[in-house]
């Protein structure tokens, strides 16, 4: 059904639901999809994202990770 909606979509649209798709690829039930999304959307009622916001956002998308190379620790920087 989403490829026959994605067909009809302009090209710009298309990428933006692209992007969304994958953003929220790593979530694994129907409930964190809906908590991430009402989340960036409470984020963004005010039109600005603050640091924290978009650091805490990142964090519930799952897109930080910690490098376990040499006992590290430390984010790897992406």
């Known amino acids: 059904m989403l490829n ?13 639901l692209n992007l969304a798709l994958r953003m929220v690829a790593s979530l694994d039930t129907a409930e964190e999809r809906k908590a991430v999304a009402d989340y960036g959307l409470k984020m963004l009622d005010d039109g600005k ?10 964090k519930r ?13 430390k984010s790897d920087g992406r």
Do not use: Q, Y
């Open 49 to 58: 994202v603050t640091i924290i916001e978009w650091s805490a956002f990142g």
């Open 4 to 16: 026959i909606l994605m067909r009809f979509l302009p090209a710009d649209k298309r990428a933006l």
């Open 61 to 73: 998308l799952g897109v930080f990770k910690l490098e376990e190379k040499n006992g590290g620790g």
